[in-house]
């Protein structure tokens, strides 16, 4: 017995091994770091070992987030469309950063991977991690939104691709506007006249948030983009031009001429965002500028204002102010690795299941899409449809600058607006201070 118990360890061992090796030989792709799901697991394919493997990894881990059955509906659509078996793992957004870092420095990434835009993904580019897209996009580029892809483009390049933007929008409570009088301000000069007549009338004309620091840092980087215009401050975040001119200033003097005025009320600096949305779905604030996520907010069944608020661009400032340019944009996307043994077939899923994201959660109201898409508008929230028609012309965009610019160099941003705000420092100090983030 023991003699045939060990003749069958042996050919088990050999079997094994005979697996493992074929296992390899079929894995089409970069290595997923030991993270991988199993070839049947998580999109359902047959694990065939005839189709070529894609490994693809992505945030939307969670059978309780919304996106993810979109998420998988699309890999599984593209499964089928090119022939291919994706092996798709999610991890939570925060252990993410670290594991895709990790990854791609040691060349052990997926072929297809979520990450974030600009400064994020500059890494990867510059260590000739990522494929150029360039000359595989055909005329998927036509079906983009115009400018969507800027915060994915390094030297000219195209390295990542969209599928939804965010947008920052200027919300308007059209109830108190009309109780009290006041035109939906277009200009600069009307934004005061409507702060000055809110205030009277005991109002909180601008909704703001400013104890979690970036609510306020919204205010800030939307006037910059209107003094000084997105090509301008995406070239000062990037270390290209100087925060330290007048442009940037003036940007800072409005922002202090706003709070003087009482435009964020008393005390903005104690509220924080999640009570400042709640006091503006009550109905005690008369504006809020901030992303779209604000439609869901506003349209809750606890919300006093359903149905009243609309959606308009921030108002314009002087002659470099573009009613086409918004703050906003990709701040994530897909990208390829360039180790890809297939970039071509690579190309043509990561170019699909992108297209298909935008239409399908911008179609199940759970974001704003990056292509050119068509719906049944009937099915659309009317106050997403409004950002979504507002911004299907815009040229340039401006991102988050804390996206940008990440790390502590965006805690020192946001942390110089409120001081900005509270009168603990000039708006020249401010442009030198800002400066001295690209000195580093």
Same mark, same amino acid.
């Given at each position: 017995?023991?003699?045939?118990?060990?003749?069958?360890?042996? =050919?088990?061992?050999?079997?094994?091994?005979?697996?493992?090796?074929?296992?390899?030989?079929?894995?089409?792709?970069?290595?997923?770091?030991?993270?991988? !799901?199993?070839? /049947?697991?998580?999109?359902?394919?047959?694990?065939?070992?005839?189709?070529?493997?894609?490994?693809?990894?992505?945030?939307?881990?969670?059978?309780?987030?919304?996106?993810?059955?979109?998420?998988?509906?699309?890999?599984?659509?593209?499964?089928?469309?090119?022939?291919?078996?994706?092996?798709?793992?999610?991890?939570?957004?925060?252990?993410?950063?670290?594991?895709?870092?990790?990854?791609?420095?040691?060349?052990?990434?997926?072929?297809?991977?979520?990450?974030?835009?600009?400064?994020?993904?500059?890494?990867?580019?510059?260590?000739?991690?990522?494929?150029?897209?360039?000359?595989?996009?055909? /005329?998927?580029?036509?079906?983009?939104?115009?400018?969507?892809?800027?915060?994915?483009?390094?030297?000219?390049?195209?390295?990542?691709?969209?599928?939804?933007?965010?947008?920052?929008?200027?919300?308007?409570?059209?109830? =108190?506007?009309?109780?009290?009088?006041?035109?939906?301000?277009?200009?600069?000069?009307?934004?005061?006249?409507?702060?000055?007549?809110?205030?009277?009338?005991?109002?909180?004309?601008?909704?703001?948030?400013?104890?979690?620091?970036?609510?306020?840092?919204?205010?800030?980087?939307?006037?910059?983009?209107?003094?000084?215009?997105?090509?301008?401050?995406?070239?000062?975040?990037?270390?290209?031009?100087?925060?330290?001119?007048?442009?940037?200033?003036?940007?800072?003097?409005?922002?202090?001429?706003? !709070?003087?005025?009482?435009?964020?009320?008393?005390?903005?600096?104690?509220?924080?965002?999640?009570?400042?949305?709640?006091?503006?779905?009550?109905?005690?604030?008369?504006?809020?500028?901030?992303?779209?996520?604000?439609?869901?907010?506003?349209?809750?069944?606890?919300?006093?204002?359903?149905?009243?608020?609309?959606?308009?661009?921030?108002?314009?400032?002087?002659?470099?102010?573009?009613?086409?340019?918004?703050?906003?944009?990709?701040?994530?996307?897909?990208?390829?690795?360039?180790? !890809?043994?297939?970039?071509? =077939?690579?190309?043509?899923?990561?170019?699909?299941?992108?297209?298909?994201?935008?239409?399908?959660?911008?179609?199940?109201?759970?974001? =704003?899409?990056?292509?050119?898409?068509?719906?049944?508008?009937?099915?659309?929230?009317?106050? !997403?449809?409004?950002?979504?028609?507002?911004?299907?012309?815009?040229?340039?965009?401006?991102?988050?600058?804390?996206?940008?610019?990440?790390?502590?160099?965006?805690?020192?941003?946001?942390?110089?607006?409120?001081?900005?705000?509270?009168?603990?420092?000039?708006?020249?100090?401010?442009?030198?201070?800002?400066?001295?983030?690209?000195?580093?």
């Amino acid at each position: 017995m023991k003699r045939i118990s060990k003749k069958l360890l042996c =050919l088990f061992a050999v079997l094994a091994l005979t697996v493992s090796v074929g296992g390899c030989k079929g894995s089409g792709g970069p290595s997923d770091g030991g993270e991988t !799901t199993g070839p /049947d697991e998580g999109t359902g394919g047959s694990g065939s070992t005839n189709k070529p493997v894609l490994k693809m990894w992505h945030i939307t881990p969670s059978d309780a987030e919304g996106n993810r059955t979109i998420l998988l509906n699309a890999i599984k659509a593209a499964e089928e469309k090119f022939n291919v078996k994706i092996e798709e793992t999610g991890t939570e957004n925060e252990q993410y950063k670290t594991k895709i870092k990790s990854a791609m420095a040691g060349n052990s990434g997926p072929d297809l991977f979520f990450t974030w835009a600009a400064g994020f993904s500059q890494p990867f580019v510059d260590g000739g991690k990522v494929l150029a897209l360039d000359e595989y996009l055909g /005329d998927a580029k036509d079906r983009l939104l115009a400018g969507i892809t800027d915060n994915f483009t390094y030297n000219g390049k195209i390295y990542g691709l969209p599928y939804q933007m965010q947008v920052g929008a200027l919300f308007c409570n059209t109830e =108190l506007f009309e109780k009290y009088g006041v035109k939906i301000p277009e200009t600069y000069e009307e934004l005061l006249t409507a702060v000055q007549t809110f205030k009277n009338n005991g109002v909180t004309p601008l909704i703001c948030g400013a104890k979690d620091l970036w609510p306020a840092m919204w205010y800030y980087d939307v006037i910059a983009l209107r003094t000084a215009g997105a090509q301008l401050c995406n070239d000062a975040l990037s270390g290209k031009e100087s925060f330290d001119r007048p442009e940037f200033i003036e940007a800072a003097k409005k922002l202090v001429e706003l !709070t003087k005025a009482g435009a964020f009320g008393p005390n903005a600096m104690s509220v924080s965002w999640d009570n400042a949305q709640v006091d503006f779905a009550q109905g005690k604030g008369a504006m809020l500028f901030n992303g779209n996520w604000v439609t869901g907010n506003v349209n809750a069944e606890t919300s006093t204002v359903k149905g009243k608020i609309k959606a308009v661009r921030f108002p314009l400032i002087g002659d470099k102010s573009s009613k086409t340019e918004y703050f906003g944009g990709a701040g994530d996307g897909y990208m390829i690795n360039s180790a !890809t043994k297939d970039p071509k =077939l690579a190309a043509d899923v990561l170019i699909f299941i992108c297209e298909k994201l935008a239409h399908d959660m911008y179609e199940a109201n759970t974001g =704003l899409p990056g292509w050119k898409v068509e719906v049944d508008e009937s099915k659309i929230n009317p106050l !997403t449809q409004e950002i979504a028609a507002m911004t299907k012309e815009g040229t340039a965009w401006n991102l988050w600058w804390d996206v940008f610019l990440e790390g502590a160099a965006a805690d020192t941003h946001k942390n110089l607006v409120v001081e900005l705000m509270a009168g603990q420092i000039t708006p020249e100090d401010f442009a030198k201070e800002m400066q001295k983030l690209n000195q580093k």
